[in-house]
Antibody
Framework: GQLVESGGGVVQPGRSLRLSCAAS????????MYWVRQAPGKGLEWVAS????????FYADSVQGRFTVSRDNSRNMVYLQMNSLTSEDTALYFC????????WGQGTLVTVSS | IQMTQSPSTLSASVGDRVTITCRAS??????LAWYQQKPGKAPTLLIY???TLESGVPSRFSGSGSGTEFTLTITGLQPDDFATYYC??????????FGRGTNLEIK
């Protein structure tokens, strides 16, 4: 299997960004998907989860109410809509499959800076 | 649930046996995974359910523990093993927490 993230970039505080993750090589619609981030030089932080059918979603307290995870099983895609971004959201964002995470993408870098 | 990982840095030589410890703030049964991460790369899963080796992972890696105390042991360090290691608990749908990582460096 493979996961490829995209959509990262430099964004001003308070603005929004949408990340995408394209999945291939496995039966996407049977797998829960996750977003995990890593601030520069720091450890790993789980961000959000979406169930295989999209019916259940969970968020870390640090992003609850600002981030929204979604998926499109017809396109083998998972998304992370990020609103009201702050400098603390600056990180490399990975999408990952399953729990525990047995497949990771290469990550997409989000930098929140004025 | 907080995960306390130690040490934060570990210096060792090729061929050594090393142990990394992870402690959970409450019982997580055996819902614990270990990951390896190399600079600039995504993590890779080494061990899940505290002691089950992921397919393709060399047998020099082993995990043990249950409840709140867990260990990752590497027996016979290889040059490719110098990396950062993270533990992660996955006992609850609403929060999956990682340890702060252990940087395994060459002595």
């Amino acid at each position: 299997g493979q996961l490829v993230e995209s959509g990262g970039g430099v964004v001003q505080p308070g603005r929004s960004l949408r990340l995408s993750c394209a999945a291939s090589g496995f039966t996407f619609n049977t797998q829960a998907m996750y977003w995990v981030r890593q601030a520069p030089g720091k450890g790993l932080e789980w961000v959000a989860s979406v169930w295989y059918d999209g019916t259940a979603k969970f968020y870390a307290d640090s992003v609850q109410g600002r981030f929204t995870v979604s998926r499109d099983n017809s396109r083998n895609m998972v998304y992370l809509q990020m609103n009201s971004l702050t400098s603390e959201d600056t990180a490399l964002y990975f999408c990952a499959r399953n729990m525990p995470f047995n497949l990771w993408g290469q990550g997409t870098l989000v930098t929140v800076s004025s | 649930i907080q995960m306390t990982q130690s040490p934060s840095t570990l210096s060792a030589s090729v061929g050594d046996r090393v142990t990394i410890t992870c402690r959970a703030s409450q019982s997580i049964d055996d819902w614990l995974a270990w990951y390896q991460q190399k600079p600039g790369k995504a993590p890779t899963l080494l061990i899940y359910r505290a002691s089950t080796l992921e397919s393709g992972v060399p047998s020099r890696f082993s995990g043990s523990g249950s409840g709140t105390e867990f260990t990752l042991t590497i027996t016979g360090l290889q040059p490719d093993d110098f990396a950062t290691y993270y533990c992660q608990q996955y006992t609850s749908y609403s929060g999956y927490t990682f340890g702060r990582g252990t940087n395994l460096e060459i002595k």
